[in-house]
């Protein structure tokens, strides 16, 4: 069935480093591509997201790449704070009979340490 | 503007017993999804209705069951509870159609099967 693989599982940085966080996905119809946080006992939060005919997309200090070839995209953090301390999970979109549902990552864990 | 809202918060079963998740979408939003997300794991996908009709189904058994209401608020059923149902029911709304696109997701209800 389709996957989306997530790496690192885990990355500690220091206050006003970059961090980037990697995903893959199976489905070659996939066409959304989101980024959600979630902080400790919080709900998921969506930061950034991209469609599939665009392959950048910028935020302030977020970026996301898409590369559709390769089946991949990737979430690029600029100057981290230590508020940007959290779990990210990245997401593709698949179709599921008339619908469109979400298949997540399992996660990075970002530490920001200042 | 209320977000999504769900209900309860916490849940504690036993296993056996069934269990009955309520969700409220952003006001305007008619598609309502509902994820599973394990401890340590991304969301996994159950079910998405748009318009009161199911629209996706995720891999899950058929203990699992949903519907939409006129109001677009959504119930999520779960019956005969096993330990492996411990996890965060998180709701998800949507304005679209497709109902992945742009989530708004609620803070969600934390089951505990014992």
């Known amino acids: 069935g389709e996957n989306v693989e997530q790496h690192p599982s885990t990355l500690s940085v220091q206050e006003g480093d970059s961090a980037v966080i990697k995903c893959t996905y199976s489905?070659?119809?996939?066409?959304?591509f989101p980024w959600y946080k979630q902080e400790l006992g919080k709900r998921p939060q969506l930061i950034i997201d991209?469609?599939?005919?665009?392959g950048e997309k910028k935020d302030q200090r977020i970026a996301v790449t898409l590369n559709k070839t390769a089946k991949h995209f990737s979430l690029h953090i600029t100057e981290t704070q230590p508020e940007d301390s959290a779990v990210y999970f990245c997401a593709a979109s698949i179709r599921d009979q008339a619908g469109t549902a979400l298949i997540f990552g399992k996660g990075t864990t970002l530490s920001v340490s200042s | 503007d209320a977000g999504v809202t769900q209900s309860p918060t916490h849940l504690i079963k036993t296993r056996g017993q069934q269990v009955t998740l309520r969700c409220s979408p952003i006001?305007?939003?008619?598609?309502v999804s509902w994820y599973q997300q394990v401890l340590g794991q991304g969301p996994q996908f159950i079910f998405q209705y748009y318009e009161k009709e199911e629209r996706g189904r995720g891999n899950f058994p058929d203990r699992f069951s949903a519907r939409q209401f006129p109001n677009y608020s959504s119930e999520l059923n779960v019956n005969a509870l096993l330990l492996g149902d411990s996890a965060l029911y998180l709701c998800?709304?949507?304005?679209?159609?497709?109902?992945?696109?742009?989530?708004?997701f609620g803070s969600g209800t934390r089951l505990t099967v014992v």
């Open positions: 998800a709304s949507s304005p679209l159609a497709g109902g992945a696109y742009g989530y708004t």
């Open positions: 489905d070659s119809a996939s066409n959304y």
């Open positions: 006001s305007g939003h008619k598609s």
């Open positions: 991209i469609r599939s005919n665009v």
